[in-house]
C-alpha cells in the first residue's frame, strides 16, 4: 500500500443504476478520479465555475459533449471542459472507463 | 479541429536528447500534458509549490519516484505528487508515454 501509487484496474468498478464515481486521489489543488459506465448510461451536462477539468476515454465509447460540441469519444480522446463551460457524457455506447482530472480549490 | 476534444495519439513524439513534453490542454486552473520517454531517459527529481500533480502511465515502463518512494510503474498506475513533495522519473525502461494532471495558479 502506497499514498503515491495506485492502479486503475484496482479501482475500476460498475453499477446497474448509475454511473460510479472514484478517487483515485484528491489533495488541496486537484483531483485524479474515474468514472466508468455501462452501456447506455450517462452523465447529466453540468459545469464547474472556477475549475478546469478533462476526461480522457481508457476503455469502450462514450458520446461526450461539451458546450454545443458531441463526439463519440474512444480510447485516448481526452476531452476538455474548462472552468465554466456545461460538459457531460450523453451516453456511453460500451462499458467505458474515464479517468478525470479536475482541478480544486 | 476542436478546442475541445484532442488525441493522445496525434501528440506523441520522442527525440533523442531528452524526454518531450506537450500541452494536451492548458486552463487557468488545470493543465493537462504529455511526456514521453525513451528508453534511458530521465526526469530530474523536483517540486512544485502549491500545485498537486499526477502522471498515469499509458505505454511502456518507467522507475518513478515520489519523496522517498520509488517503484516501477507500467501501462495504468497513476503516480501522485501533491504540492511541495519531491517527485521524478527515474528512469525509462522501455519508451513509455505519460499523461499529466497539474492544478495551475
Redesign the interface.
Known sequence: M????????GQVSFAPGKFTKAD??R????L?GLNCFEPGQSQAVHAHA?????Y?V?EGKAR?R??E?E?D?GP????????G?P?GVVTAHERTVM?I????G
Open positions: 502506497s499514498a503515491y501509487f495506485t492502479t486503475i484496474a483515485l486521489a489533495g488541496e489543488h486537484l485524479a472556477g475549475a478546469d477539468k478533462f480522457l481508457l461526450m461539451v458546450a460540441e463526439q469519444a485516448g480522446t481526452v476531452i476538455w471542459a474548462p472552468a463551460v460538459h479517468l482530472g479536475m482541478s480544486l
